[in-house]
C-alpha cells in the first residue's frame, strides 16, 4: 500500500524532561500529549495481537482517526487476518496495511526453506518480509512520531527503552505509553471497556506473530509471556523495535 505522505511539522522536544513529567503518568495521559504535540503527524503500529486492542482504544481515544501502521508479512496466522478486519470495522480503524513484496511461496522455495511450518534462518525471513515492510511505511509515511505497544517486561532490550526517545532509524519521536504497564494492568483495561482479545489468546497464544512453529506457539502454564516467540532461540525481536533496518 502507498500512502502520499504529508510532511510532519518539526518539533523541539526535551526528551529528558519530558520522561520526568510523565513518568508516572497514566498510558492516556501519554498519548493525550502526544496528541496534542504532534496532532495528525502521529502514527501507530498494530500486530493485531493477543491484547492490541488496548493501545488501539487508547490512542483513537485521543486520536480518533490516528493512522494505524499493520505490517502483512505474508505469513501471519488466517485468524489474525480475521481478527484485523472484524475491528478495522468494529471500531472504524485507519488502518494502513503494507505487505511483503515476496510472494510467500516463492520466497520460501528461493531461500531454502522445506517446511513452511518452521524456519531455519527466522532472521532472514524478519529481515525480507517484515523489517522491511516495516522500513518502506515509515519511509513513505514519514511520521513526526510513532506509538508503540512495547512493554519493558517483555525482554531486556525493551526494559532499556523510554517512555519518549528519538529513534533514528524512523526518523522520528518514539512513544512507549505501556511501557510500565503490566500484563495484569492490560488484561482489566480490555476488561474495562470490553475489547476483545485475539481469537487464539484462548488457546494459549499470549505474544502472536507469525505462523511457523518457530516463531509463534502456545505459551505452557507458568511460561514467560513471549516465550512461545521464537522458542528455544536466543532471538527475542523481530527487528521492527531494533535500532537498525533494511537501510531505506
Known amino acids: 500500500m502507498s500512502q502520499i505522505a504529508r510532511q510532519p511539522r518539526p518539533v523541539q522536544i526535551d526528551p529528558e524532561q519530558i520522561n520526568r513529567e510523565l513518568a508516572s503518568a497514566h498510558p492516556s ?21 493477543a491484547d492490541s486492542l488496548c493501545a488501539i482504544h487508547l490512542a483513537t481515544t485521543a ?3 490516528i493512522r494505524i501502521l499493520f505490517v502483512n508479512t505474508g505469513y501471519l496466522f488466517p485468524e489474525t487476518l480475521a481478527f484485523m478486519e ?17 510472494d510467500p511461496v516463492v ?17 532472514a ?5 517484515k523489517n522491511e515492510v516495516f522500513d518502506r511505511a515509515i519511509h513513505e509515511l514519514k511520521p513526526a512520531a510513532w506509538i508503540r505497544g512495547v512493554r519493558s517486561d517483555q525482554s531486556v532490550h525493551r526494559k532499556n527503552m523510554h517512555l519518549i526517545q528519538w529513534n533514528s532509524r524512523a526518523n522520528c519521536w518514539a512513544i512507549s505509553p505501556l511501557l510500565h504497564w503490566t500484563t495484569r494492568q492490560i488484561y482489566e483495561y480490555m476488561k474495562q471497556h470490553e475489547l476483545p482479545h485475539h481469537p487464539l489468546w484462548a488457546r494459549g497464544y499470549i505474544s502472536i506473530g507469525c505462523s511457523p512453529e518457530t516463531c509463534t506457539r502456545p505459551v505452557n502454564q507458568g ?17 521492527i523495535h531494533l535500532d537498525h533496518g533494511a537501510g531505506i
Do not use: H
Open 86 to 102: 472484524e475491528v478495522k470495522q468494529r471500531y472504524n480503524l485507519n488502518v494502513l496495511e503494507y505487505k511483503s513484496l515476496n
Open 223 to 239: 511460561e514467560d509471556s513471549r516465550s512461545g516467540r521464537w522458542s528455544g532461540m536466543d532471538k527475542t525481536e523481530c527487528g
Open 125 to 129: 525471513c524478519c529481515a525480507a518480509n
Open 29 to 49: 495521559q501519554i498519548i493525550r500529549w502526544a496528541a496534542d504535540i504532534f496532532g495528525q503527524d502521529l502514527l501507530m503500529t498494530s500486530s493485531f495481537g
Open 107 to 123: 520466497w520460501l522455495t528461493v531461500n531454502g526453506e522445506l517446511d513452511p511450518r518452521v524456519r531455519r534462518d527466522v532472521d
Open 63 to 65: 486520536v480518533p482517526d
